[in-house]
DNA sequence: TGGGGTTAT
DNA sequence: ATAACCC
């Protein structure tokens, strides 16, 4: 039975080609896609056919955090305001023709009534992000972020051991929570339904211990992989969910309007389709792969054209602690040196802190400025460079003065990218940390030796022998 | 147009 | 280091 899931290559998408061959390859091992098949079959949870995937998304999540935080805002029209722009908004405003990324000005001219708060501190976003995601966890490990409202989660595990608890006159018995996509019948003699079905009461009982336990609401999509998944997800929305059956799965994705409305297809490609008359997603799936490749390159031209037919093969991946951390600020004009590191402290005074907070050392440090009028949309330059031992040592004690030498690093970052003997205009700044490394990673090699914290060695024993030095050299002699 | 994030090249 | 993608 273990041979099943590495020879199958079908998806699993709810095509009807993959479908026929999906039964077919369960045939093939003994186990019929059948009611009395259920319990005999060895579920292929190893790889991509027949997954059961949710996607999770908070609704109006700034705003919602806002409203928690101040209970007063919650039958007002709320918006978040970054700068000029009100980011999000609750229904309320929404109801009342407020959008998201709205101008302010054009916002508060449609609605008057409107309450604004300003969001650019998005550190109590960041930590109720992260709460959800962890509650998310407690259901299965395998959890992928998207940006802080949205999570995937593979449940295809969690499912399979749920439906290895029931007894055979109970799979008869198995009902849908939340809506089905389409209004589809179910068909309870189809384990690919039933698999589903189960999907929907796990997303039902996340999206209610997120209620429960952090007063959060959201949606919740169930397909079978993430595109799907992502797409049946917004089909009902504040605070439903729905799950995608896969007879449905080609009424869902010739629903989208264009292309652009397929999450994987960004602005840049479809820009380039748009110039080839590719409109539609018809117009995507029927178009020639050879001069689609021609175009795009053969790795965006084969997966977008598989998006285009809801296929998608690739993984939840467990995001796990974030890769980097960043602040960013942007403003209309910043052009001498002074302001600029005086924007650069502050930057860095908060991202300090949470690179404290987090326990893991940056070993890299990247600052990024946008120019005016550098055709505006993805004109940013950076420049990076390695955090030197010694600095990373005094990065998070809190006891040392680790501003200085940062603020010093970042400044000559800064006159690499900026020649400061001419005239300037930059109308944003972000520091990024990355490169993160845990301490106390004990990894076999060579070094192991140095690596435990309990030996210090004569070589630094004499100046300093107390933990954080000895972690530090650690992380000095990592392998690079 | 914000203030973040990720991966691929 | 940049460019694409996501929110």
């Known amino acids: ?35 009395q098949g259920v319990h005999d079959q060895v579920l292929p949870t190893q790889n991509s056919s027949s997954r059961v995937i949710v996607h999770v998304d908070l609704d109006c999540f700034y ?50 009534q409107l309450v604004l708060v300003n969001g650019e501190d998005l550190t109590r976003y960041r930590e109720m992000s992260y709460k959800v995601t962890e509650l998310l966890e407690e259901f299965s490990p395998v959890v992928e972020r998207l940006g802080f409202d949205e999570n995937f989660v593979d449940l295809t595990e969690m499912v399979e051991k749920r439906l290895q608890q029931l007894q055979s006159d109970e799979l008869s018995a198995v009902t ?20 589903l079905l189960v999907g929907s009461q796990i997303a039902a009982e996340m999206r209610e211990a997120m209620y429960n336990r952090l007063g959060l609401t959201g949606c919740a999509g169930v397909a079978s992989n993430k595109l799907l998944a992502k797409l049946a997800s917004g089909v009902f929305k504040p605070n439903q969910q729905t799950v995608l059956l896969p007879e449905s799965c080609q009424h869902l994705i010739h629903s989208l309007n264009h292309i652009k409305e397929i999450p994987g297809i960004g602005c840049k490609t479809t820009k380039c389709l748009e110039a080839l008359g590719i409109n539609s997603v018809h117009d995507l799936q029927t178009f020639s792969s050879k001069i689609l490749e021609k175009e795009l390159g053969i790795s965006v031209a084969q997966r977008i054209l598989k998006l285009s037919f809801g296929e998608d093969n690739s993984p939840v991946i467990p995001s796990g602690p974030p890769q980097s951390f960043s602040e960013e600020d942007s403003f209309k004009k910043c052009s001498s040196e002074v302001e600029a590191k005086k924007r650069i402290e502050e930057l860095l005074a908060s991202l300090l802190n949470r690179v404290c907070r987090d326990g893991r050392k940056p070993h890299t440090v990247r600052l990024i400025i946008r120019r005016y009028s550098s055709g505006k949309h993805h004109g940013r330059e950076s420049r990076q460079c390695s955090i030197p031992s010694h600095v990373i040592q005094k990065l998070g004690t809190g006891n040392y003065d680790v501003m200085t030498p940062m603020v010093d690093i970042l400044m000559k970052l800064f006159r690499n990218m900026v020649n400061v003997k001419m005239p300037f205009h930059l109308t944003l700044l972000s520091v990024c940390f990355c490169n993160l490394k845990a301490l106390n990673t004990t990894k076999k090699g060579p070094m192991d030796y140095y690596l435990t914290p309990s030996l210090p060695t004569a070589s630094h024993s004499g100046k300093h022998s107390f933990i954080l030095e000895v972690t530090s050299f650690d992380l000095s002699v990592d392998t690079k």
């Open 1 to 35: 039975m273990e041979k099943l899931g590495v020879e199958l290559e079908v998806e699993g998408s709810g095509n009807e080609e993959d479908y026929e061959a999906w039964a077919m390859e369960l045939a093939d091992v003994g186990a019929a896609g059948s009611l």
């Open 63 to 112: 705003a919602q955090v806002e409203m928690i935080s101040n209970p007063e805002l919650k039958d007002k029209p709320l918006g978040v305001q970054q700068k000029y722009l009100v980011v999000t908004c609750n229904y309320e405003a929404r109801k009342l023709g407020v959008k998201k990324l709205m101008n302010v000005r054009v916002a508060k001219e449609k609605c008057p």
């Open 176 to 195: 849908v929570l939340g809506h089905v996509y389409n209004n589809q019948s179910i068909n309870l003699h189809d384990i690919l339904h039933i698999r």
